[in-house]
């Protein structure tokens, strides 16, 4: 098929690619390209054909068929700027919105490089890391990954807290070609010398704003110099905080950046609405949404965890199929959460920010933000879990007085206005501080009246309590020696 490209000379140097999901459009998908802007280090790359599929991007015969027989036939923007790009064996920053396919544009690429590759893993060693910041994230990437390797000599596995660790280690013996872990429990498993990095040569970060704002930059710094020496580096986001420069200068060689879109910027195909109620309301308004919407699938955010389980109890005792995600679950839960959402067993999942990445379900219809999120990029990644896949979708949220300004932080970063469903807004007021509930209950405990020192003190009828016995003597043989028995 024809492709028209304008691309300036000399593409050498290092190349990085940012990216967060993985999802391909499939056959008869439309595909439009936007141009893809740079910083003062980067060069541009245009493409203006919306005919270009994956037998175009040179990749390995095996692989190909993998992603064919998936169904899959034509690259989203992102994953056809960057492939390419990432064969050549460049770093590569790749910034797109999320559900875009971000994963698979650093995926693909990473897996040809292996089964290009001749002889197996040493034992304990990995041929390449992907870090990602959330259990869910992780989990994510791999079922995409696996998808791809199926039929190959390729070895893959996860690394993440909250699991069994001596499972993991006992994974790791025989080495791996892929290891996809969160920060935390890859730290563990170094401690233990369970694995060395000195022979991974591929390093992905995925979601890196994310990891910044999580604190991983410390991990980080523990972990990259443990990689080997020349090696290729990616990372994939879909917001550009001001930290992802230092980030990308650190770990990154001549780094080239991939944007097809504004950060911050959601899915064209996602509907957004608002609605000002108070805060007390909020259940109701929820629950005539879902009423409005019974054969959907529904995500609900909730800012806190105890929030987030107190209102999945309401929806149950209400009669709705609904289970919730937290930090506060477990492992297992979470998965078991998940599965049932994925299998439509479950129709509406309530969460907190650990699920608005790494959830990558094509049947979400509609999120709904119960509470506006703390930090205004993540209602960008919250909204992404619906009109995944070139598919429809519909994020609402709910807004009271308490987060007004929350909201005019998320109009700011995302360039537009939010159409308002319902209700007026109303004047802009500040979240009541929260006392901790044991100062509270010392705060309200009653003084006890003070006893004077030359008075003997009295019981409640006012008689003089029994003089305090005197301490005896210790036993014979020392205090430690035993007692009598009887």
Not at 308 to 320: F, N, T
Not at 374 to 401: L, Q
């Amino acid at each position: 098929m024809s492709r028209k490209t304008a691309r300036p000379a000399g593409l050498s140097g290092g190349i990085v690619v940012v990216c967060s999901f993985c999802c391909v459009m499939k056959k008869g998908s439309s595909v439009t390209t936007e141009t893809v802007t740079e910083t003062p280090s980067t060069e541009n790359i245009t493409t203006e054909s919306d005919a270009v599929t994956f037998r175009d991007l040179n990749l390995h015969p095996v692989l190909l068929k993998a992603v064919l027989n998936a169904g899959y036939e034509t690259p989203t923007p992102i994953q056809e700027q960057a492939i390419p790009l990432v064969l050549k064996g460049h770093d590569v920053m790749g910034l797109a919105q999320t559900g875009t396919g971000k994963t698979a544009a650093f995926g693909l690429p990473l897996i040809n490089h292996l089964m290009n590759e001749h002889g197996k893993p040493d034992r304990k060693t990995v041929k390449s890391l992907i870090l990602a910041p959330t259990r869910e994230l992780v989990n994510q990437i791999a079922d995409n990954l696996k998808t791809y390797i199926r039929g190959t000599h390729l070895k893959l596995h996860v690394v993440v807290g909250g699991a069994s660790i001596n499972k993991q280690i006992k994974a790791l013996e025989n080495g791996l070609d892929i290891l996809v872990a969160t920060p935390g429990r890859l730290i563990d498993l170094l401690d233990r010398r369970a694995l060395t990095l000195n022979k991974a040569r591929f390093l992905v970060l995925d979601e890196a704003d994310q990891m910044l704002d999580l604190g991983f930059i410390h991990a980080l710094r523990q972990i990259a110099p443990l990689l080997a020496t020349p090696r290729q580096t990616m990372l994939f986001s879909a917001t550009m905080p001001k930290q992802m420069a230092e980030l990308s200068s650190a770990y990154l060689t001549n780094p080239k950046r991939v944007q097809v879109s504004p950060p911050g910027k959601a899915a064209d195909k996602i509907r957004q609405s608002l609605h000002f109620v108070p805060q007390s309301e909020k259940g109701e308004l929820l629950k005539e949404c879902l009423n409005e919407h019974p054969n959907g699938q529904a995500i609900v955010f909730s800012r806190t965890k105890h929030g987030a389980e107190k209102l999945m109890k309401h929806l149950v005792s209400c009669g709705y199929k609904a289970d919730s995600i937290h930090g506060n679950k477990s492992q297992g839960q979470r998965e078991r959460a998940i599965k049932a959402f994925r299998e439509g067993l479950v129709k509406v999942l309530v969460a907190t920010d650990v699920a608005a990445r790494g959830i990558d379900i094509p049947n979400v219809t509609h999120v709904y933000n119960f509470d506006l999120p703390d930090v205004p990029e993540n209602y960008v990644h919250r909204i992404g879990r619906t009109a995944r896949a070139g598919k429809d979708g519909e994020a609402i949220a709910f807004v009271s007085s308490v987060e007004i300004k929350l909201l005019r932080q998320i109009q700011k970063i995302m360039k537009v206005t939010i159409p308002v469903a319902s209700g007026i807004e109303p004047a802009a007021e500040d979240r009541p501080k929260r006392v901790p509930q044991q100062r509270q209950q010392r705060k309200d405990r009653p003084k006890k009246p003070a006893v004077s020192a030359h008075k003997p003190a009295r019981d409640t009828q006012g008689k003089k309590r029994p003089a305090r016995r005197p301490n005896r003597k210790p036993r014979q043989g020392g205090t430690d020696a035993p007692r009598r028995q009887a």
